[in-house]
């Protein structure tokens, strides 16, 4: 067996954050949050946010909300203020990233990995019907590793995101470390181990 990693898109790039906030007109001088909830939106981080989401605005916090394409027409009646970005989906995820503070997204292994390679910190929350509950293991590998936060879908309530938010805000070299740890716990240039990979096994089979 061989451990390659997880293959990252070759667009995905780290932005200087100034240029990310100008990118996506986002100020320079506010906290940001992403909430990437999956390519489809996660109802649960949705509902969730959507009962929170003033939270952000009273403490002056940006968001950046990835609520899915079938939900961002609904939301942006309802939601419309210059310090929530909402978007259905992003085709180019670079600025998003780069611009974020802390982002918060469920756990599958390509979101881990690419949070972890643009080297933000992040609040995971597993998707409790993910095959083999593997979401799960996901974020405890991650959060053992000192490398994440977890949260469990089913206690999402009380504030408790935000609480987290603010205790990670007031502590500035946790944000760090976490940042850094989940950089150095990925596996880098996935792809071209495995390509090599591929390429030693066919050779050895002429």
């Known amino acids: 067996m061989v ?5 990252i898109r070759d667009s995905l790039i780290h932005i200087n954050k100034k240029d990310a906030c100008k990118k996506l007109g986002l100020s320079i001088n506010k906290k940001i949050i992403f909430i990437l909830g999956g390519s489809q939106g996660s109802h649960a981080l949705n509902s969730y946010f959507k009962e929170t989401f ?40 670079s600025a998003a990233y ?12 390509v979101a881990i990995s ?12 597993p ?16 959060l053992n590793n000192k490398a994440a936060i977890m949260i469990q879908e089913n206690e999402l309530k009380n504030n408790i995101i935000e609480n987290k938010i603010l205790e990670l805000f007031a502590n500035p ?13 990925i596996i880098k240039d996935a792809t071209n181990k495995i390509i090599n990979e591929i390429k030693e096994l066919d050779s050895s089979q002429c």
């Open 3 to 7: 451990l390659t990693g997880i293959p």
């Open 54 to 93: 003033k939270f952000y605005l009273d403490n002056n916090f940006q968001l950046i909300w990835q609520c899915g394409n079938k939900n961002i027409d609904n939301y942006k009646k309802n939601i419309n203020n210059e310090n929530i970005l909402l978007k259905g989906f992003f085709d180019d995820i």
């Open 98 to 109: 780069s611009a974020a503070d802390i982002v918060i997204s469920r756990a599958g292994a």
């Open 114 to 125: 690419e949070i972890s390679f643009i080297k933000k910190p992040m609040i995971l929350i």
């Open 127 to 142: 998707l409790p019907t993910s095959a083999g509950n593997h979401q799960f293991y996901n974020a405890s590998t991650f």
């Open 173 to 185: 070299e946790k944000l760090k470390s976490l940042a850094l740890n989940a950089n150095n716990l």
